[in-house]
């Protein structure tokens, strides 16, 4: 039998570990992901296709442990949700700010590599 996930309360989830989580392009790729699509996807599903799982994995801890996803096993898949609303709650706009600011950045980074 697979460990469970571990989840921490909102109570015990700290800004610090938040922005430390979504610094990383991937795993704010995920984040954007989940976000965009408003529903729990699979691993294989957020993340970047050509990471091997072990750095999936280390992904998706580092995401869990910061409160910001809900992970939950169905069967072999392991399936990944945004913890928003409870985030919201304790930092209001928190995460909308963070994933405007990315949507922003990369549109501009977009538009300089077209001149």
Do not use: W
Request: contains cysteine.
């Amino acid at each position: 039998m697979q460990r469970p996930f571990l989840h921490p309360p909102i109570a015990e989830i700290g800004l610090e570990s938040i922005l430390y989580a979504l610094a990383d392009p991937v795993r704010l790729g995920i984040v954007r992901k989940l976000a965009a699509r408003n529903c729990p996807m699979n691993c294989m599903s957020a993340a970047p296709e050509d990471l091997p799982k072990s750095t999936q994995s280390h992904h998706y801890q580092i995401l869990r442990e910061a409160g910001l996803i809900r992970s939950e096993r169905r069967g072999t898949e392991v399936v990944n949700s945004l913890r928003c609303a409870e985030i919201e709650e304790k930092f209001p706009g928190l995460i909308a700010k963070i994933l405007e600011s990315a949507a922003a950045s990369e549109s501009s980074r977009r538009g300089s590599r077209r001149t």
